[in-house]
């Protein structure tokens, strides 16, 4: 199957997520690539897409959620997966014990899961190098909180994406010849 690998990243640590699932579709027999939402073209060619974007303030970076809502009858008709890049640190749990994956939830998702029924969608930790920061988020940072809010490091958990790689790969296995 070809498969496209479809994202929208603010400082490339949902590029690098949507890099890595291209990689890993590929040893279980699939055409995979990863390519920005604004630079994809003709979608008919794709038998299958896994589209994520990166989660500020509770939302899809914008031209994700177009590129969804623009592409959303043939997006329905094929097999989708979406994920979603954002919530920083390592705790599954805030200090009040509800799950941060689940209240990262972007905004869109519950609209774009209705508009083209994809099979699942998965929130994974990001990523924040100080060194790729705006001068909003810099200023945040700045604050007294603001360290807490946006704190610096490597939170993607590789082996959990690969394992939902491995997922969408047996899936896509299973899907008779043009199904969905």
């Known amino acids: 199957m070809k498969i496209l690998v479809a994202y929208a990243s603010k400082h490339g640590s949902t590029r690098a997520i949507a890099e890595r699932i291209a990689l890993r579709l590929e040893p279980a027999g699939h055409a995979a690539e990863a390519r920005p939402v604004s630079s994809v073209g003709d979608l008919a060619a794709y038998d299958a897409f896994v589209i994520g974007s990166a989660t500020y303030l509770g939302h899809w970076q914008t031209e994700a959620t177009e590129f969804v809502r623009r592409h959303h009858t043939l997006l329905t008709g094929r097999p989708v997966w979406l994920f979603s890049s954002g919530p920083l640190g390592t705790e599954a749990l805030d200090a009040r014990g509800?799950?941060?994956?689940?209240?990262?939830?972007?905004?869109?998702?519950?609209?774009?899961?209705?508009?083209?029924?994809?099979?699942?969608?998965?929130?994974?930790?990001?990523?924040?190098?100080?060194?790729?920061?705006?001068?909003?988020?810099?200023?945040?940072?700045?604050?007294?909180?603001?360290?807490?809010?946006?704190?610096?490091?490597?939170?993607?958990?590789?082996?959990?994406?690969?394992?939902?790689?491995?997922?969408?790969?047996?899936?896509?296995?299973?899907?008779?010849?043009g199904g969905r």
Request: hydrophobic share 45%.
């Open 98 to 177: 509800n799950d941060v994956r689940a209240a990262a939830e972007p905004k869109e998702i519950a609209e774009l899961q209705e508009a083209i029924l994809p099979r699942e969608h998965r929130v994974f930790f990001g990523a924040l190098d100080p060194g790729t920061l705006g001068v909003r988020d810099r200023l945040i940072r700045a604050l007294p909180a603001g360290r807490a809010l946006l704190p610096e490091g490597d939170f993607r958990d590789w082996q959990e994406i690969d394992t939902w790689c491995d997922a969408i790969a047996r899936d896509l296995a299973a899907l008779p010849p």
